[in-house]
């Protein structure tokens, strides 16, 4: 069964899109069978791994709202072994659309159970809120990987992702984990991004990943082109971060 991750803060621009799509296919660079569901409506993760928009037919939201087969609806991004199932502009009507249907926080969960045998992670790209969309990943999810942008403030907002968090382990899926919170957009040559570290640190301890991710322009460059940052740079401090990032997270969970 492969090891399902939800990347999720309801803040936007913190790098949960970056993350999803450089972490998968390093991962998938490491020889793991990926896949990342792009579950906002943005369609940022989508488009950053090279899918072009009239080339989708059927989209996640034809999976949460229409009962499509996610099955039909994965394609191949431009690196090996890294599956895409895309979204268009159309999943920004889901949240409204789940309101009033059956089993609205668990359809998501029912979908990746079909094809999570085929794969040893799957990723969920958040949207930047906490309602119906994020509910469906956190049920369908094992753990939460928190990108946390390197700022004033950088913990403003956390309080109420939490709460959510522990709303969905008591209602749909106790066994629901924090997998760790990850230090993005990182400026070593301020006093800031240390003093941002510190802060992290006190309030999440040894959940705070090792690798810290700095900024980088290759990384702000790559998803114009439809690559991920491997593909784009693998030379860059950017590609190397995320490699070094896939081999935490392998070392926490090994090949599943
Ligand atoms: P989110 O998905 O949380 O809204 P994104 O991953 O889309 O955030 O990142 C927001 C913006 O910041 C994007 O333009 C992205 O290219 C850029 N960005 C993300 N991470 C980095 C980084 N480490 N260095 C430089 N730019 C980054
Ligand atoms: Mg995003």
Redesign the pocket.
């Known amino acids: 069964m492969g090891y399902v991750i939800a990347l999720a803060?309801q803040k936007?621009?913190?790098?949960?899109?970056?993350t999803s799509v450089n972490l998968g296919a390093c991962l998938a660079e490491i020889n793991q069978k990926v896949l990342l569901i792009d579950l906002d409506p943005q369609g940022?993760a989508t488009s950053g791994t090279g899918i072009e928009k009239p080339t989708i037919d059927q989209d996640i939201y034809d999976v949460l709202i229409n009962d499509a087969d996610i099955k039909d609806v994965i394609l191949e991004s431009a690196h090996p072994g890294l599956d895409i199932a895309p979204t268009t502009i159309q999943l920004s009507g889901a949240e409204m659309e789940l309101t009033s249907m059956m089993a609205r926080e668990t359809r998501l969960n029912d979908a990746i159970k079909t094809v999570s045998d085929q794969y040893d992670y799957i990723l969920i790209d958040c949207p930047?809120s906490l309602g119906l969309l994020t509910i469906n990943a956190f049920t369908a999810s094992d753990s939460i990987l928190i990108?946390v942008q390197s700022e004033y403030y950088a913990l403003e907002g956390l309080s109420q992702l939490l709460n959510t968090i522990k709303l969905v382990q008591k209602h749909f899926n106790p066994d629901l984990k924090i997998e760790g919170v990850l230090l993005?957009?990182y400026d070593e040559r301020t006093n800031l991004g240390q003093q941002v570290n510190e802060e992290v640190k006190k309030f999440f301890g040894d959940k705070v990943y090792e690798t810290i991710?700095?900024?980088?322009?290759r990384?702000?460059e790559a998803?114009s082109h439809g690559l991920p940052i491997i593909d784009y740079d693998p030379r860059s401090k950017?590609a190397q971060v995320y490699v070094e990032l896939a081999k935490e997270v392998v070392a926490a969970h090994g090949k599943q």
Not at 12 to 18: D, M, Y
Not at 213 to 217: E, G, M, Y
């Open positions: 803060n936007g621009g913190v790098g949960k899109t970056t940022n930047p990108p993005t957009m991710i700095p900024r980088n322009v990384l702000a998803p950017g």
